[in-house]
């Protein structure tokens, strides 16, 4: 834990030494270089994170084509786009996985059958902590509205239980 401390400790520095640079800088073209460089090393630290945090929940193989993306959209469209690309790709996956979720939690056979090919329960429980908002905003949109419209009943969506039916049935 001590290298985290003294990773974090190094990044800050790089930046507050950079923006000193950008500060004391005797001409408005050093100053302009500095500040390019500073604004680069944050685009870099952005697509380092994200490569981190998607490695981190498991996704290896995804986060090096996802690192790679990302660092050609931000050149491309800079950190804006990025950070579409990265909201836009936490959206999609969730809502493919909420949805898959609330099938199994009506219990078709082939939604089990997903799940079963693609992960254990230590690789689902990742995903669950990690779309648990998608889940909930899945079950209104594809349970409460309709239900509410179509005036029917409103079958009940409990999380824990379902997490621990996934865990018979992925057995770790």
Known sequence: MKEYGYLMLTIIALFVITLAGAYFSPTFEEQKNFLELFILMGAVLFIFSALV?????????????????????M?????EGAVLVVGMTYLVWGVIFSMQVLL????????????????????????????YP??????????VIPGIIL?????????????????????D
């Not at 945090?53 to 050609?72: D, N, P």
């Not at 998608?134 to 349970?143: A, T």
């Not at 009943?153 to 379902?162: G, H, M, V």
């Open 134 to 143: 998608m889940l909930w905003l899945g079950y209104l949109f594809l349970e």
């Open 151 to 171: 005036r029917e009943e409103i079958s009940r969506f409990t999380p824990s239980l379902l997490k621990e039916e996934m865990r018979l049935i992925l057995k």
């Open 53 to 73: 945090v998607f490695a981190a929940i498991g996704f290896a193989s995804f986060s090096i084509y996802g690192a790679i993306f990302l660092a050609a959209v």
């Open 104 to 131: 199994f939690s009506h219990h078709l056979k082939s939604a089990a059958r997903w799940f079963k090919e693609r992960y254990t329960f230590k690789s689902f429980y990742y995903e669950y902590r990690v779309f």
């Open 75 to 79: 050149g491309i469209y800079g950190i």
